[in-house]
């Protein structure tokens, strides 16, 4: 398999605390787009034609978040961004199997695949929804980020939680076209962990002759070495490579903030074969009554196969 890797200049190779500055994409009308954030239209909203929307988002566990940020408070802000944005793909980080039934039920028309970390339930997940009329899945796998990613629950890189990916291979129905789609939870402690996962991705990414959509949350920020592994393992990151950037870039960890802040982190990705277009993306910083949905903002894309 030989993507048409892009390769970039190392961009820092100490650890960066603080997000990147917004890159080139047009950002002129990124101030009416934000008010998606209120109660207006959508950020990217139901794709058109060929394109295929993708979000990634953190939905925060169930458990350990009184009042106001716990799941029954939650659930319907989460679910809320889901029915009004429509993505094709969603990649969701942390949520438990209870949770994930329930944005089930809150949805209509996606169908997703699912397995806890720990095995079968047991714990977080990085669980994929996607449009079941628009998509059918062709195979599938989890592994887990470790020197034994098929021994469920393993961990071997520094981490003390256990980590994975999900990965599905999909054929749009609407053009016949094949793709792959992967979704990743990087460990928030051990670096060595985040870079080695990183390099798992790139060996998938070496695998497969196909286009490939990567979301997750890396736990860490671009300009540092987990970044750059994915972009020379033959990936772009979506915001930067956008077309259009219909928000500034804000900080995807909001620990709970309503107010978005381009300060702050952005650790949650989505990234993409070069051969993929990216029409647009964005970090989705809907909040209500100063109630946000996640500690996470969801980011967003808009692409378009070859």
Avoid: C
Avoid at 177 to 199: C, I, L, P, T
Avoid at 267 to 286: F, L, Q, S
């Amino acid at each position: 398999m030989s993507h048409n890797i892009s390769r970039r200049n190392v961009l820092g190779a100490s650890l960066a605390v603080g997000a990147t500055a917004v890159g080139t994409g047009a950002t002129s009308e990124a101030a009416s787009a934000d008010e998606s954030r209120f109660h207006g239209r959508g950020l990217i909203g139901r794709p058109h034609g060929d394109q295929i929307h993708l979000m990634t988002f953190n939905i925060r566990y169930e458990g350990g978040d009184g009042p106001p940020h716990s799941w029954e408070e939650r659930r319907p802000l989460v679910s809320r961004v889901v029915r009004r944005e429509r993505p094709t793909i969603l990649y969701t980080q942390e949520g438990l199997y209870g949770q994930l039934q329930d944005l089930h039920d809150d949805v209509y028309g996606y169908d997703w695949i699912h397995l806890g970390r720990l095995g079968g339930s047991q714990s977080e997940a990085t669980a994929i929804f996607w449009g079941r009329r628009r998509l059918k899945v062709l195979e599938y796998d989890h592994l887990w980020l470790s020197d034994n990613p098929r021994l469920i629950a393993s961990k071997d890189w520094g981490n003390n939680v256990v980590r994975m990916l999900t990965w599905i291979r999909f054929e749009d129905l609407r053009t016949g076209k094949e793709f792959y789609a992967v979704d990743n939870h990087f460990d928030h402690q051990s670096e060595n962990a985040r870079q080695k996962g990183s390099q798992m991705n790139a060996d998938l990414v070496s695998e497969w002759d196909a286009p490939v959509l990567v979301g997750g949350d890396f736990n860490q920020v671009p300009g540092t070495p987990t970044h750059q592994i994915l972009l020379d393992g033959g990936l772009v990151d979506t915001f930067d490579e956008a077309e259009e950037q219909v928000t500034p870039e804000y900080g995807t960890w909001n620990g709970w903030d309503p107010e978005p802040s381009t300060e702050a982190n952005r650790i949650d990705w989505i990234m993409a074969t070069p051969d993929v277009r990216v029409v647009k993306a964005g970090v989705n910083t809907y909040s209500d009554d100063g109630l946000t949905p996640s500690d996470h903002w969801p980011a967003q894309a808009l692409v378009s196969l070859p």
